[in-house]
């Protein structure tokens, strides 16, 4: 019993350190490993930028003389300033997070370097973090808890995620985060449990302004579900403390009411676009970059994407569907990407698939997992607050625009539900069956379970020109674009 206890005590720290050394692994073996997405060079173009002391812009005269030669710039709306134009497409916590990392151990060539592996860090902090959620979801299964935490620790795609330069790196931290101080709220109601769930949420939203529907979710759960009004006004007073100043700022920059950033024209103009498919396409993607004046691309792209619509109405169902199916789908862009752009160099194809394997069927063994765990899970005020995170953070993206990367954000809370899954037997299943409820929630989940496997079947077929160029002798430098 003694030993048990031990044990329990020193699991966190435990699996943080597999999980951290699981992260460097990887980090180390790239030392000298640059960026490869423009996302990433404008995050770190933001974060020299603010610590250098030039505020938050982009763009500045090295860097513009850069893109210049990719991009043909719309000079005509915006008086260029050398140090670099102010700018609000991007939310600023994580710039913000690189620019500290930068002022700490300088902006140097080794910048990406610290920063990968500060971000390991970070990243190892998941399988602690979900091993604390699941035991306040699972208070009497703590064998399944640690499950979780290990398909945590070892997921391939979080392992290799601090390479790079993303704001998930800081968001996956911050939604466990904000999760776990929920669920302790819930449990003790003590207010200052409530006031760290508002600030972990605002810095949240200050990351990716998205979780502010799960943010307006998480105030309907306190008042209505938790009858605890006085703390559901402190969580909203909370998040909007730390979330208003920056729309202020914006609203200052623009001239009109903006929020904490301003990219949803240009996502609605990609993600509705006539051409598109729901997903994020490169040369599309390109059409509103030229514009320097944030308001104005925000603008167009809104006004494009509305036109978009209303000249093709019966469209609309079609590209939710597709949205659907791409934020759900297998994890390969990324890996088809940096492979297909020859970062890594030529790798056989027997070990070729064999990689792609270890990246692609964790996802369908922990998402398949978890649609039976949730089929098992007796809901309760407490883990409903799992079921507001996945749809206040779903319904966005299938409204604007997904990608499969999207999912990895709900990885750690479907880890949960999928070691239920995995560990309760075929004699819990059995027993769930027989009641009346159980037996709906279970037909349920084996619907999404054969919607995803189709969803997977038909990716697989769709790009199979792409992939059968990929595994060939040549795939290494068929540069894909992303």
Known sequence: MLKSLRSEKYFPARIFF???????????????????????????????????????????????????QYINFDMSMVEYDPRGILTSFRPPLYPAFLALVYFIFGAGVKRFFIARIIQAIMGALLAPLTYQIAKLILPTKLNLS???????AFYPMLIIYPLSLATENLFFLLICGSVLSLLAAEKERKWYWF????????????????????????????WFILKERKYA???????????????????????????????LGYDLYVGYHPQGIGTFQYGISLDLIPYLDDGLRDEIGQNQAIEFIKNNPARLPYLVVRKLGYFWGLERRALTYFYSNNFFGYIPKTLLIFISSIFLIPFVIVSLAASIGFALTK???????????????????????????????????????????????????????????????????????????????????????????????SGNTSYFPY
């Not at 423009?38 to 500045?60: P, T, V």
């Not at 640690?146 to 945590?152: F, P, Q, R, S």
Request: proline share 2%.
């Open 195 to 222: 006031a760290l769930a508002g600030i972990l949420i605002g810095l949240t939203s200050l990351t990716r302004s998205v979780a502010l529907l799960f943010a307006g979710l998480v105030v309907c759960w306190v």
């Open 146 to 152: 640690k499950l979780a935490a290990w398909m945590i």
């Open 18 to 68: 597999i999980a951290l050394i699981a992260r460097l692994i990887p980090v180390l073996l790239t030392s000298n490993l640059g960026i490869g997405l423009d996302d990433m060079f404008q995050y770190d173009m933001l974060a020299r930028s603010i610590e250098s002391g030039n505020g938050y812009r982009w763009y500045a005269q090295e860097d513009f003389y850069l893109a210049q």
């Open 379 to 473: 809901w309760n005020r407490s883990n409903t607050i799992i079921v507001l995170l996945i749809i206040g953070y779903l319904l966005p993206h299938i409204l604007i625009l997904a990608e499969d990367r999207f999912h990895l954000t709900l990885i750690p809370f479907l880890a949960i539900f999928a070691a239920q899954g995995l560990g309760s037997g075929w004699h819990l299943i059995k027993s769930r069956w027989e009641t009346g409820n159980g037996k709906t929630a279970l037909i349920f989940a084996f619907i999404a379970s054969g919607l995803m496997i189709t969803n997977w079947i038909l990716e697989i077929y769709r790009d199979r020109q792409m992939l059968t160029l990929l595994f060939s002798l």
């Open 233 to 263: 006004i402190v969580v909203f007073l909370l998040v909007g403390l730390i979330t208003f100043p920056w729309m202020l700022r914006n609203t200052y920059l623009h001239h009109k009411l903006t929020g904490i950033e301003s990219a």
